[in-house]
């Protein structure tokens, strides 16, 4: 049992026992009806503000609604603002946490009714609402540690609310005005609205004892009460099923088969049809085929992509190249730290400077996706930092720090970033610029690629590829207005640039998969691959012994409008090798027995990475503080026996002190 699961079943818990406390007081309709346009505003408190970050309304709201109607309604009120308001800004593992806050929000409103005896000045009721953000800062933070694994220490804790101080004082300003400017004036309102009713909490009625006049009024509480659960059912439980419904599988795979029949005879994938391949859209197409359930091992045309980059591993010295092949070997089932002799990990490690990969913000995100697909939680960490500096105030990222916001670098980041509240920016700068046509791009026009790499973003942020609309139209609307009929996926209207390119980064999004993406099923064991280099040429084969001649992929220059990692901007030429033997060949003559690139300089050790000859970065980061890294590391998991203790005791006390609570004020 996982501490995940254990705190789920404490706040479904609370809440369950929160909304049974407020149906068995048994409030009139007119109060249910209250409780239900409060909770509306609860909602609209947080949704009207959510261009301004971590500024909300929705805590005043439950407070007040507390201190006037009693903490049951108080309960009530916060329970569900947090609940529906998420239909809108994205549910979550989050939700029950920031349930069971506001819903405790509603129950302090309450208590601080009987602290001062119903008479309160704004200041009093500004600094309590002032202190409620602090808290519920402080309990969300909480919940990041707990639902989003790691390491359970105060150190890492600590780290978490330093990290949080921002958003923290920008909700406490934000309740100390709220209540200043309109707290008084809501609960005169609300106090006169009461007393109309003259209605107070009923005294709990024994289990069979006669419901008399109210059992129409209970029933109605119970509605909500029933109402409240199932919609929490149909939230979690349904999490799973509204993925894979937002999923458009049919169509991915009609694009992967697309992508099956554009492989060149090395094993590899060119950007168009009929091109030269390169490690970029190899590793891309790999990411593809892997999202629509296919083992790239099984796609093979002389050599399968892996042995394409298996092949050409020389060339494989870009940071960006090097990221994108340890996503590819995840799809395969390899290890990136044996690549042939090589430890791509160290050599991309080796390629960051301030935790960065040459100021750029896309190949840094990748490479934070390659960290962690094999679980280097502390490099992940370190570029990570980097990452969420260079968020742009307005939600976005360039394609550098400093540079002006776009869609496809804000989509590449939201495949890595892990923070809740710089997600939620990101999302709200994507649909501000989000095009009528459903689409996304960085100039006049929407393009596949731009809206891809957003809709990948949404998909690793666990809201799905239909999230944001416009105009009725949704990222995959757009996308699949570009479909042609044999499977593939246009740049744009009318445009087919980098056709494979754009194909596979749309099915990895049609697909609704995020980065890493593990090795599926392989359709049948090759015993041949076995002997081949996991895919590549069988040595000594002379039909391909000679091709290339050691030139490695070709220039290409990304269309306008996409900002996603190009490739190679210039060839790499060595010398020719001499071609392999037949059955016996060997590295540095003709590249592993004459596959092609042949050219291997027999001075140079094709396992050896140089880092780039134009940067100023320094090679060796300086490490980070022991406690912001704690924020990532893996932690152990406490046993069933022990989990099963913590959730007993917690959950005792939470209705102890509730009963306690309410003998000692007669609620």
């Known amino acids: 049992m996982s501490w995940q699961l254990v705190s789920v079943v404490v706040l479904m818990f609370a809440l369950g026992a929160g909304m049974l406390w407020y149906e068995r007081s048994r409030p009139p309709s007119q109060i249910v009806a209250l409780v239900a346009v409060l909770a509306a505003l609860a909602v609209a408190g947080r949704i009207v503000l959510a261009p301004i970050p971590n500024v909300v309304a929705t805590t005043d709201i439950v407070i007040i609604a507390g201190y006037v109607l009693g903490p049951a309604p108080g309960f009530a009120v916060g329970a569900l603002g947090g609940l529906v308001s998420n239909f809108w800004l994205g549910q979550g593992v989050w939700t029950p946490w920031q349930m069971v806050a506001w819903g405790m929000c509603g129950v302090a409103g309450g208590l601080l009714w009987h602290l001062t005896r119903g008479r309160i000045d704004r200041w009093t009721l500004a600094v309590f609402c002032g202190l409620a953000g602090v808290l519920f800062g402080a309990w969300m933070n909480l919940e990041t540690m707990v639902s989003f694994g790691g390491e359970m220490s105060l150190d890492r804790y600590l780290a978490l609310e330093v990290r949080a101080i921002p958003f923290d004082v920008a909700h406490m300003t934000g309740n100390i005005i709220f209540a200043l400017a309109a707290g008084p004036a809501m609960i005169a309102a609300l106090v006169r609205f009461r007393e109309r009713f003259q209605w107070r909490q009923a005294e709990v009625t024994p289990v069979g004892a006669p419901e008399g006049g109210s059992a129409g009024r209970n029933r109605t509480a119970t509605g909500v009460t029933l109402l409240v659960l199932g919609a929490l059912l149909f939230t979690f439980g349904g999490e799973t099923t509204q993925k894979a419904e937002a999923a458009y599988t049919g169509q991915a795979s009609s694009a992967a088969t697309w992508l099956r029949g554009q492989q060149n005879s090395d094993g590899g994938f060119a950007s168009m049809p009929g091109g030269s391949s390169s490690v970029n859209i190899t590793a891309r197409v790999m990411f593809a085929l892997a ?9 093979k045309i002389n050599a399968t992509p892996y042995g394409y980059l298996v092949n050409n591993r020389q060339y494989i010295t870009k940071a960006s190249d090097i990221a994108l092949t340890i996503l590819a070997m995840k799809t395969v089932g390899q290890d990136p730290r ?8 160290e050599a991309l490690r080796n390629r960051r400077g301030n935790g960065s990969f040459g100021n750029d913000v896309n190949v840094t995100a990748f490479a934070v996706l390659a960290f962690r697909s094999v679980a280097a939680s502390k490099d992940a960490q370190y570029s990570l930092k980097w990452l969420y500096k260079a968020q742009n105030k307005n939600g976005g990222w360039g394609i550098a720090k400093g540079a002006t916001s776009d869609s496809d670098s804000t989509g590449a980041a939201l495949m890595a970033i892990t923070g809740k509240k710089q997600a939620n920016r990101a999302i709200g700068f994507l649909d501000g610029i989000q095009k009528s046509s459903g689409g996304f791009g960085n100039s006049g026009t929407a393009n596949a690629q731009s809206t891809g790499l957003v809709m990948q973003g949404l998909v690793a942020q666990g809201r799905g590829v239909n999230y944001l609309k416009k105009n009725g139209n949704t990222p ?23 056709r494979i390119w754009v194909t596979a980064d749309s099915t990895t999004a049609l697909a609704g998969k995020a980065l890493p993406i593990a090795a599926p099923a392989r359709e049948k064991d090759d015993d041949a691959n076995n002997s081949n280099n996991n895919g590549g040429v069988t040595p000594g084969d002379n039909d391909n012994s000679s091709s290339n001649n050691g030139t490695s992929t070709p220039t290409y220059t990304p269309p306008p409008g996409s900002l996603a990692t190009p490739t190679d901007t210039s060839p790499n030429t060595g010398n020719t090798g001499n071609p392999g033997n037949t ?5 540095n003559s003709g590249n592993n027995s004459g596959t092609g690139n042949n050219g291997d300089d027999p001075t140079v050790d094709p396992t050896t990475t140089e880092p780039p000859a134009d940067t100023s970065i320094p090679l060796v980061p300086v490490a980070p503080s022991n406690a912001v890294l704690a924020a990532s590391e893996a932690g152990p998991q406490p046993s069933p026996l022990i989990a099963t203790l913590i959730a007993l005791f917690v959950t005792g006390g939470l209705c102890g002190g509730t009963i306690l609570l309410a003998r000692r004020f007669n609620w």
Do not use: C, E, H
Not at 338 to 345: A, V
């Open 291 to 299: 999202a629509t359930g296919i083992n790239p091992l099984d796609v």
């Open 583 to 587: 059955g016996n060949g060997n590295r």
């Open 338 to 345: 044996d690549f042939k002799g090589r430890n791509l990990i």
């Open 476 to 498: 995959a609307d757009y996308l699949l207005s570009l479909q042609q009929s044999d499977g593939s996926i246009f740049y744009a209207k009318n445009n087919d640039a980098t």
